[in-house]
């Protein structure tokens, strides 16, 4: 006589519930290998950041020459000429920078008395210094109605105060890699002697003043 043994389906439920399926040791060694990598990677770029981190371009304004800021005609039309001279540096000792577009120009009160200049591209080695010189050239260029109110304030306080903005794009280079473009804003301010003793250009600012640069 056979003997039939069967089991409830909670038996096979509880022995069901308490197998598990082992991960093969192959798939544990490949998981660690590649944890270890991005791990690796990740202190390599954190390496490569803080040794080769960029410090921003440093710009002084040396020179400016107002040779012509006249207005003609009743309707507020300027005509300008002004020469300026920036002196660019580069900080960095491991980094060259290539500066691929640069433009300037010259404002009064907030307002535009130039059209925008280039400055043709150029590469910066690492701690170089380099002389940037613009010439500034405006005609009939419509301003303020308040423009010969406003010269003529300064005039009475003995000085001329005129703003230089620059704008371009730069790319860092070290060795052989290059980075991608990064936008950079200068901004120099020109303080000239302004009197009845000097009642019209030529003005000269002869003295170096700090520019500031954001990116």
């Known amino acids: 006589m056979s003997v039939i043994t069967e089991k409830s389906p909670k ?74 001279t920036l002196q660019s540096d580069n900080p960095n000792t491991k980094l060259g920078i290539y500066y691929d577009e640069f433009i300037l120009y010259a404002s009064y009160k907030g307002q535009r008395i130039t059209p925008e200049a280039a400055i ?5 080695d ?19 109605p308040s ?25 860092w280079r070290v060795g052989s890699w290059v980075s991608g473009r990064y936008r950079f804003v200068v901004s120099c301010v020109a303080v000239m002697p302004l009197g009845p003793a000097v009642p019209s250009p030529p003005l000269r600012s002869r003295s170096s003043s700090q520019c500031s640069t954001v990116m």
Request: proline share 6%; net charge positive; hydrophobic share 40%.
């Open 147 to 171: 423009f010969a109110y406003e010269v003529q304030r300064d005039q009475g306080a003995g000085r001329l105060v005129l703003s230089f903005k620059g704008m371009g794009r730069l790319r």
């Open 11 to 84: 038996d096979c439920a509880t022995k069901q519930a308490t197998t598990t399926f082992p991960i093969p040791k192959l798939n544990k060694k490949l998981y660690l290998y590649l944890s270890t990598l991005l791990l690796s990677l990740l202190s390599l770029l954190l390496l490569i950041y803080l040794t080769l981190h960029p410090s921003k371009p440093h710009f002084s304004l040396q020179q400016a020459d107002v040779d012509q800021l006249n207005l003609s005609g009743p309707s507020s039309l300027l005509n300008s000429s002004i020469q300026i």
């Open 120 to 124: 043709s591209p150029f590469y910066q």
């Open 126 to 144: 690492h701690g170089e210094t380099n002389l940037l010189s613009a010439s500034l050239v405006g005609f009939q260029l419509p301003v303020a």
